[in-house]
T-cell receptor, first 115, second 114 residues
């Protein structure tokens, strides 16, 4: 009954490969996000989607492409992986129309290591 | 620009001692404020949140935080720390005017000595 679940939890891949991370939430939220936590533990938003529509794109390289097939899923596809993409990627979701739209519920993270 | 400052990178306290983690923010809109905790290799767990009303908010695990608008602060406190509280703590600020994204501080690592 995990609220926000991501797969895989760990991902090790070579430079130049393409990989995807999947995220699903069962909270009935309309808004979903991807955050990146770098090696210094700094967390920064990458994207947000509201009901399958892209709302925020925070100057992320074009190699990163989020896709939201429905409002419960937000996947992250990364092309031509680079060493600098190594990080922990967190998916999150938040409710809308409640006055608490900024309250984000996070998944467990996906640790991506590019070698 | 929105920013969150956690001035202390590391804090070490003795088990049973009180704790205060500092958080200051700079935000152009009405902020909503959060504290998250991250244990090693784990995700982010919400400790507490402030939206409006009483400026002293209670959270899980015995934590509380006080919103002081005049000081742009939202400090986290706990009267008696347990060894299991050792983790990294993140303060975050969000606002509907900025698309509901959260802006995080750099985190404070809490070490608990027995």
């Amino acid at each position: 009954d995990t609220a926000v679940s991501q797969t895989p939890k760990y991902l090790v891949t070579q430079m130049g490969n393409d990989k995807s991370i999947k995220c699903e939430q069962n909270l009935g939220h309309d808004t979903m996000y991807w955050y990146k936590q770098d090696s210094k533990k700094f967390l920064k938003i990458m994207f947000s989607y509201n009901n399958k529509e892209l709302i925020i794109n925070e100057t992320v390289p074009n190699r990163f492409s989020p896709k939201s097939p429905d409002k419960a899923h937000l996947n992250l596809h990364i092309n031509s992986l680079e060493l600098g993409d190594s990080a922990v990627y967190f998916c999150a979701s938040s409710p809308t129309g409640t006055g608490r739209e900024t309250e984000a519920f996070f998944g467990q993270g996906t640790r991506l290591t590019v070698v | 620009a929105q920013s969150v400052t956690q001035p202390d990178i590391h804090i070490t306290v003795s088990e049973g001692a009180s704790l205060e983690l500092r958080c200051n923010y700079s935000y152009g809109a009405t902020p909503y404020l959060f504290w998250y905790v991250q244990s090693p290799g784990q995700g982010l767990q919400l400790l507490l949140k402030y939206f409006s009303g009483d400026t002293l908010v209670q959270g899980i695990k015995g934590f509380e935080a006080e919103f002081k608008r005049s000081q742009s602060s939202f400090n986290l406190r706990k009267p008696s720390v347990h060894w299991s509280d050792a983790a990294e703590y993140f303060c975050a600020v969000g606002a509907m005017e900025y698309g509901n994204k959260l802006v995080f501080g750099a985190g404070t690592i809490l070490r608990v000595k027995s």
